[in-house]
């Protein structure tokens, strides 16, 4: 347990010391809040827009979405792992003494913290600083503060654990653009990043809402504004930490089956 905190520990640092890149993703982060949150104003203008989902429950998911993208985000790629597998590489990291699942998973959970942890203050306090009707209002209360928080922690392990997918598969394929692009394209949509899940048609809202995607996004960011009540947060905190539960199990297994099956050529 010590070497994969440590693993973590190291990563965290060393993602922490990318300020600029940090600082110039905020910029791009408010730019594409504000496209969004227009072309939703023109959505919600329209009359097309949900009763029960108001526009100020949109403001507080778009600014939550950009705040935590770091932790969410379906496109981020470790190159580094990538490279290990499909260079051959890999024979190193069978050499440690570790569970590479969980070495693995220690790396990815630390980049993406670590680059959040530079974002998401500047992008909550300028927003809740805007002008209404774009500014991110409080919690609902301080009962879905606590939950919103415990929420996204175990949604970024949901997260993770399905993302730890894409090199499994990768270990198969040997493509890794493949891999990410079918499982971002995928996984961006279902987990509500790109059409809130309230405003989906009734029958795909019906089948998201029994997938493990919805609990990376979705989930967390309605308990916040309080579309999603306290009692109902609760019963979905216990399904998001079944789902993680079974994601990592599979992944766990489905890693030591690939170790037992890879071949590594070269000299």
Not at 8 to 17: D, E, K
Not at 47 to 76: C, E, K, N, P
Not at 251 to 256: D, E, H, L, N, Q
């Amino acid at each position: 347990m010590r070497a994969y905190w440590e693993y973590f520990r190291l990563n965290l640092v060393t993602g922490m010391q990318y300020r600029i890149a940090a600082y110039a993703g905020i910029g791009t982060q408010f730019f594409f809040g504000f496209v969004f949150l227009m072309i939703f104003e023109a959505f919600y203008a329209s009359g097309r827009g949900s009763t029960d989902f108001t526009f100020a429950h949109m403001v507080s998911y778009m600014w939550l979405q950009q705040a935590f993208l770091a932790l969410i985000l379906t496109w981020y790629r470790d190159n580094e792992l990538f490279a290990l597998i499909t260079s051959g590489n890999l024979a190193y990291e069978l050499c440690r003494p570790i569970d590479m699942y969980w070495f693995w998973y220690a790396k990815l959970l630390a980049k993406r913290f670590s680059s959040a942890a530079l974002r998401f203050a500047p992008v909550l306090l300028v927003a809740s600083l805007l002008p209404q009707p774009y500014r991110l209002g409080g919690p609902e209360s301080w009962t879905s503060l606590v939950l919103f928080v415990l929420s996204m922690l175990v949604g970024v392990l949901v997260m993770i654990s399905l993302t730890m997918f894409v090199y499994l598969m990768t270990m198969k394929t040997m493509s890794a653009s493949g891999c990410l692009i079918i499982f971002a394209i995928v996984a961006e949509f279902l987990s509500g990043s790109v059409i809130p899940i309230p405003l989906m048609p009734d029958g795909l809202r019906r089948v998201v809402e029994w997938l493990p995607f919805r609990y990376t996004a979705d989930f967390p960011f309605r308990i916040y504004s309080g579309h999603i009540g306290s009692t109902d947060a609760l019963w979905g905190m216990g399904i998001q930490i079944l789902w993680l539960l079974l994601l990592v199990s599979i992944g766990s297994a489905w890693m030591r089956h690939r170790l037992k099956c890879v071949t590594v050529q070269g000299g």
